[in-house]
């Protein structure tokens, strides 16, 4: 686990930052202050993959989970059932290429993170105190606030 913390200012009078790494710290072991510091509010637009189950032929099929206002979609979809180009489509895409995520290929700020960056929109990441890793495909970046608005200013990807 990373964590961020403010620890002073510097010489200019900016904030100063410390990482400071926790290996093999369960959930248990952390308390209530850490776990607030771990917790984000999901972004409120995007989609995430919540699950991916086999039919009875074998076919993969995907449930989702709208940002916007937080619905979980009522059965699951087939790839071929889903609109050819919707973010349905791109997020059951990017979610089988993202089984074995490049950890190189993500910027973090703490247990959260962003890839894919597109002009209107990026693909979030966020490692829950489970350590389980949830994507928010197609997240709209002039919507992002808090830490995920403070995440991508951070690498001077500011949203406008």
Not at 4 to 11: E, G, R, V
Not at 57 to 71: A, G, P, T, V, Y
Not at 82 to 87: A, D, K, N, Y
Not at 91 to 96: K, P, S, T, V
């Amino acid at each position: 686990m990373l964590l961020k913390n403010k620890t002073t200012d510097d010489a200019e009078g900016n904030e100063a930052f410390e990482i400071q790494e926790y290996h093999g710290v369960t959930r248990d072991q952390l308390n209530q202050a850490w776990l607030d510091l771990i917790q984000v509010k999901k972004p409120r637009t995007g989609i995430e993959v919540v699950e991916t189950v086999q039919d009875d032929q074998s076919e993969r099929r995907f449930i989702f989970r709208n940002l916007r206002n937080d619905e979980v979609s009522p059965h699951p979809w087939r790839m071929n059932d889903i609109e050819e180009g919707s973010i349905r489509q791109y997020a059951a895409r990017m979610h089988l290429a993202d089984q074995a995520i490049n950890e190189e290929n993500i910027r973090w700020w703490g247990n959260i993170g962003y890839m894919r960056p597109m002009r209107r929109q990026v693909d979030l990441i966020f490692r829950d105190e489970e350590g389980v890793d949830h994507i928010y495909y197609a997240a709209r970046r002039d919507e992002l606030i808090g830490e995920w608005h403070d995440l991508m200013a951070e690498y001077d990807d500011v949203v406008e």
